[in-house]
């Protein structure tokens, strides 16, 4: 059984970077496109950024675009979010998910997620 798991979260400052990463662990063979999504208090969960399976489809929610590079390392089973130029309005639990189809920022059609990781930008 494949489970996510997801480090790299952390209070920065304004115009700070963090580098999440998302470890897949057991059998990855169902694992197709990796997406992360974000979720604030009080918010809707957010699809950020997704990947495919071999890396050469990504997309990104225009908020992010400029400022956030995903990437992925089938070697290691690990997908990553860089995220330069963090801004308050980035606050939220960050998660990875795991997709057989492809590359959507529709939240339904991932079905494996990981636990989450905070991410807090402030002064």
């Known amino acids: 059984q494949v489970q996510l798991q997801e480090s790299g979260g952390g209070l920065v400052q304004p115009g700070g970077s963090l580098r999440l990463s998302c470890a897949a662990s057991g059998s990855i063979f169902s694992i197709n496109t990796m997406g992360w999504f974000r979720q604030a208090p009080g918010k809707e969960r957010e699809g950020v950024s997704c990947i495919s399976t071999n890396g050469g489809t990504t997309d990104y929610t225009d908020s992010v675009k400029g400022r956030f590079t995903i990437s992925r390392d089938n070697a290691k089973n690990t997908v990553y979010l860089q995220m330069n130029s963090l801004k308050p309005e980035d606050t939220a639990v960050y998660y990875c998910?795991?997709?057989?189809?492809?590359?959507?920022?529709?939240?339904?059609?991932?079905?494996?997620w990981g636990q989450g990781t905070q991410v807090a930008v402030a002064a």
């Open positions: 998910a795991a997709d057989q189809m492809g590359c959507t920022s529709w939240a339904p059609e991932y079905d494996l």
